[in-house]
C-alpha cells in the first residue's frame, strides 16, 4: 500500500507536510519522500529508505534543509517517491498510491514510440511514478494527461501532483479504490489518503473526492478540472484491515465497522450452533482487536488481552518483501500474558487469514504459555483471489493464500472451480475446508466472515465496495 499527504498554506507548510506524512507510516515502510515549493527556491525534493526505521527519524532534519509554502509527501512501499520531472507541461513533482499491473506492458508501448527513454533502476524496471508521468506528459494539460492515464492502465493510481507555482493537482483513482479527501484551515487546503492525518493537524473536512474526480488546489481554494465518475469500488480491506480506526472512508468509520462486524460474526456462530466453548475473546492485535470486542460484546463473553503487541519496533507482519522476515517479525512482535492463557480455551478474532504467516505464530504463542484450546475467527471471508489493483499484499503465486493453497491440496486443481463453495461455510467443501484448515493450523474451531457480513458491516451499497479478493469478481 502506501498513504500521502500535500497542503498549500500562507504559511510555512514544511511543519503539516512533514507531520501529515508520518501520519500514514502505517500504510507501508519502504520509502518515504517530500517535495516542496518555495517561491524562491522553487521545488525541493528528499526520498529515503525507512525499512530500518521510522519515517520521522528520516526527515527529522528537513525543517533547515527544506523550506515552503506548499508541499506533498508520500509513504511508499513500492518505488521511490515523489520524483521531480521537467515535460512541456511544466516542472513538477509526483507521487501516486495503488498498483499498475500492466505497468511493463505500458514502459515497453512508450519506448516502441523511439521518442524517449526511461532511468532504469538496477534490475532494469522502471519507477512506476516516473511512467505515469510520460503517459500525463502526452497531452495538453495535467487534467486530459491524468485522465489519458487513467484510461490506460490496469490497477489503480491515485497521484498528487505539486506545480512549478505551488499549486496540487489532486487526481483520485478512476474507480476510488483508495480515499482521497480535502481539508481546509484558515490558512489554507490540504489533502490526504486518511482523513485524521489532517483533522490533528487543525484542519476540517471540506470535502472527499469522488471517483476519478481531478481538483486543483491553491490558498484561495478548490478548482474542480474533471468531474467524478459514477462507478465506484473502493477497497473494503481499508475496513477490515488497514485503514486506520479513526479513519471514516464515504461515511463509514473504520472502528465502528469493526464492531458491527464482530457482532456479526458472533451472531452467525449462534445460529450456527457452533461451539461456544470458550473462556473468554481476545483479538490478533492491533487490527483485529476492535472486531474481537465486538464479537465478546454479543457473545457475552469476556473480552481480555492475552497477548501484546510490540508496537515501538515491529511494523505489520505483511509489510516485509521476504517470507522469512514476515515470519521473524510475526513471532517477535507478540509478547504474552501467561496469567491469561494458561489452562484457558480461547477465542481470538484475527482481522483476516493470509498466508498463514500471523495465526500460525499466535497459535504457538498461545499453546507454549499453555492454552487448553484455542478456536480461531477470521473478520473477512477466505482470501482466494491475489488482490490486482493495490499491491496490498505482495506474493509471487495465488499458491501463497492459505485458503486458495489448502483448497488445492484437498481437491487438486478441480477445486479451484468451486471456490464459492469453499468460501461458504454452510457447504460441504465449505465446512471441509475449515475442518482442514483448523488441524493444518492445530486450531479448535476455525470460521471466517461471510462476504454479506462485511459488507453490512460497512454499511455502503455492496456495488460501491471491491470484494475481489474474496470472490473474484471485478
Same mark, same amino acid.
Not at 479504490?177 to 493537524?201: H, N, W
Not at 485458503?403 to 464459492?420: H, Q
Not at 474451531?445 to 460501491?464: D, H, N
Given at each position: 500500500?502506501?498513504?500521502?499527504?500535500?497542503?498549500?498554506?500562507?504559511?510555512?507548510?514544511?511543519?503539516?507536510?512533514?507531520?501529515?506524512?508520518?501520519?500514514?507510516?502505517?500504510?507501508?515502510?519502504?520509502?518515504?519522500?517530500?517535495?516542496?515549493?518555495?517561491?524562491?527556491?522553487?521545488?525541493?525534493?528528499?526520498?529515503?529508505?525507512?525499512?530500518?526505521?521510522?519515517?520521522?527519524?528520516?526527515?527529522?532534519?528537513?525543517?533547515?534543509?527544506?523550506?515552503?509554502?506548499?508541499?506533498?509527501?508520500?509513504?511508499?512501499?513500492?518505488?521511490?517517491?515523489?520524483?521531480?520531472?521537467?515535460?512541456?507541461?511544466?516542472?513538477?513533482?509526483?507521487?501516486?498510491?495503488?498498483?499498475?499491473?500492466?505497468?511493463?506492458?505500458?514502459?515497453?508501448?512508450?519506448?516502441?514510440?523511439?521518442?524517449?527513454?526511461?532511468?532504469?533502476?538496477?534490475?532494469?524496471?522502471?519507477?512506476?511514478?516516473?511512467?505515469?508521468?510520460?503517459?500525463?506528459?502526452?497531452?495538453?494539460?495535467?487534467?486530459?494527461?491524468?485522465?489519458?492515464?487513467?484510461?490506460?492502465?490496469?490497477?489503480?493510481?491515485?497521484?498528487?501532483?505539486?506545480?512549478?507555482?505551488?499549486?496540487?493537482?489532486?487526481?483520485?483513482?478512476?474507480?476510488?479504490?483508495?480515499?482521497?479527501?480535502?481539508?481546509? #484551515?484558515?490558512?489554507?487546503?490540504?489533502?490526504?489518503?486518511?482523513?485524521?492525518?489532517?483533522?490533528?493537524?487543525?484542519?476540517?473536512?471540506?470535502?472527499?473526492?469522488?471517483?476519478?474526480?481531478?481538483?486543483?488546489?491553491?490558498?484561495?481554494?478548490?478548482?474542480?478540472?474533471?468531474?467524478?465518475?459514477?462507478?465506484?469500488?473502493?477497497?473494503?480491506?481499508?475496513? #477490515?484491515?488497514?485503514?486506520?480506526?479513526?479513519?471514516?472512508?464515504?461515511?463509514?468509520?473504520?472502528?465502528?465497522?469493526?464492531?458491527?462486524?464482530?457482532?456479526?460474526?458472533?451472531?452467525?456462530?449462534?445460529?450456527?450452533?457452533?461451539?461456544?466453548?470458550?473462556?473468554?475473546?481476545?483479538?490478533?492485535?492491533?487490527?483485529?482487536?476492535?472486531?474481537?470486542?465486538?464479537?465478546?460484546?454479543?457473545?457475552?463473553?469476556?473480552?481480555?488481552?492475552?497477548?501484546?503487541?510490540?508496537?515501538?519496533?515491529?511494523?505489520?507482519?505483511?509489510?516485509?518483501?521476504?517470507?522469512?522476515?514476515?515470519?521473524?517479525?510475526?513471532?517477535?512482535?507478540?509478547?504474552?500474558?501467561?496469567?491469561?492463557?494458561?489452562?484457558?480455551?480461547?477465542?481470538?478474532?484475527?482481522?483476516?487469514?493470509?498466508?498463514?504467516?500471523?495465526?500460525?505464530?499466535?497459535?504457538?504463542?498461545?499453546?507454549?504459555?499453555?492454552?487448553?484450546?484455542?478456536?480461531?475467527?477470521?473478520?473477512?471471508?477466505?482470501?482466494?483471489? #491475489?488482490?490486482?489493483?493495490?499491491?496490498?499484499?505482495?506474493?509471487?503465486?495465488?499458491?501463497?493464500?492459505?485458503?486458495?493453497?489448502?483448497?488445492?491440496?484437498?481437491?487438486?486443481?478441480?477445486?479451484?472451480?468451486?471456490?464459492?463453495?469453499?468460501?461458504?461455510?454452510?457447504?460441504?467443501?465449505?465446512?471441509?475446508?475449515?475442518?482442514?484448515?483448523?488441524?493444518?493450523?492445530?486450531?479448535?474451531?476455525?470460521?471466517?466472515?461471510?462476504?454479506?457480513?462485511?459488507?453490512?458491516?460497512?454499511?455502503?451499497?455492496?456495488?460501491?465496495?471491491?470484494?475481489?479478493?474474496?470472490?473474484?469478481?471485478?
Amino acid at each position: 500500500m502506501g498513504g500521502y499527504f500535500g497542503c498549500v498554506s500562507r504559511k510555512d507548510a514544511v511543519p503539516q507536510v512533514f507531520y501529515g506524512t508520518d501520519y500514514h507510516s502505517h500504510l507501508g515502510n519502504r520509502r518515504g519522500g517530500i517535495a516542496m515549493y518555495d517561491k524562491q527556491i522553487g521545488l525541493q525534493r528528499e526520498i529515503h529508505n525507512i525499512e530500518n526505521s521510522p519515517f520521522r527519524t528520516k526527515f527529522e532534519h528537513i525543517y533547515s534543509k527544506m523550506q515552503g509554502v506548499s508541499g506533498i509527501g508520500c509513504i511508499s512501499d513500492q518505488d521511490p517517491q515523489p520524483l521531480l520531472i521537467r515535460s512541456h507541461v511544466g516542472t513538477y513533482a509526483i507521487c501516486f498510491v495503488g498498483y499498475v499491473s500492466n505497468h511493463k506492458e505500458l514502459v515497453d508501448e512508450y519506448l516502441n514510440t523511439r521518442m524517449g527513454h526511461f532511468d532504469a533502476k538496477t534490475s532494469g524496471e522502471v519507477n512506476v511514478a516516473e511512467l505515469l508521468s510520460v503517459y500525463i506528459d502526452k497531452k495538453e494539460s495535467f487534467a486530459e494527461g491524468i485522465a489519458y492515464v487513467q484510461s490506460k492502465i490496469e490497477g489503480s493510481a491515485s497521484i498528487l501532483i505539486l506545480k512549478d507555482d505551488g499549486s496540487i493537482i489532486a487526481a483520485r483513482d478512476r474507480l476510488g479504490r483508495t480515499p482521497m479527501s480535502i481539508g481546509k #484551515s484558515e490558512d489554507g487546503y490540504c489533502v490526504s489518503f486518511e482523513p485524521f492525518a489532517y483533522q490533528k493537524l487543525g484542519y476540517d473536512i471540506e470535502k472527499e473526492m469522488g471517483p476519478g474526480e481531478i481538483v486543483e488546489i491553491t490558498v484561495d481554494g478548490i478548482t474542480q478540472l474533471k468531474e467524478p465518475g459514477k462507478e465506484m469500488k473502493i477497497c473494503s480491506f481499508l475496513w #477490515s484491515y488497514y485503514g486506520f480506526p479513526t479513519s471514516t472512508y464515504e461515511g463509514s468509520n473504520v472502528e465502528v465497522m469493526r464492531y458491527k462486524n464482530g457482532e456479526i460474526m458472533a451472531e452467525n456462530d449462534l445460529k450456527n450452533g457452533i461451539s461456544q466453548d470458550f473462556d473468554h475473546v481476545g483479538g490478533v492485535p492491533d487490527s483485529g482487536t476492535s472486531h474481537a470486542i465486538g464479537y465478546a460484546n454479543k457473545s457475552g463473553k469476556a473480552f481480555t488481552r492475552a497477548f501484546i503487541k510490540y508496537t515501538p519496533t515491529w511494523a505489520r507482519s505483511f509489510i516485509p518483501s521476504e517470507q522469512a522476515d514476515r515470519n521473524r517479525v510475526a513471532k517477535m512482535k507478540q509478547i504474552p500474558v501467561p496469567e491469561l492463557i494458561k489452562d484457558q480455551n480461547l477465542l481470538f478474532v484475527d482481522d483476516s487469514i493470509v498466508r498463514g504467516t500471523q495465526i500460525t505464530k499466535t497459535v504457538d504463542l498461545l499453546y507454549g504459555n499453555g492454552a487448553k484450546s484455542v478456536h480461531m475467527r477470521s473478520a473477512c471471508p477466505p482470501i482466494m483471489y #491475489s488482490c490486482k489493483y493495490l499491491n496490498f499484499s505482495r506474493h509471487t503465486s495465488e499458491m501463497e493464500l492459505i485458503a486458495r493453497r489448502s483448497v488445492v491440496e484437498l481437491e487438486g486443481e478441480e477445486g479451484l472451480k468451486y471456490l464459492d463453495e469453499y468460501s461458504d461455510g454452510t457447504t460441504e467443501r465449505g465446512k471441509k475446508l475449515r475442518k482442514y484448515m483448523s488441524e493444518k493450523l492445530s486450531l479448535s474451531s476455525l470460521e471466517f466472515q461471510t462476504l454479506e457480513g462485511v459488507i453490512k458491516a460497512i454499511g455502503i451499497e455492496p456495488c460501491k465496495l471491491c470484494t475481489y479478493c474474496w470472490n473474484g469478481k471485478e
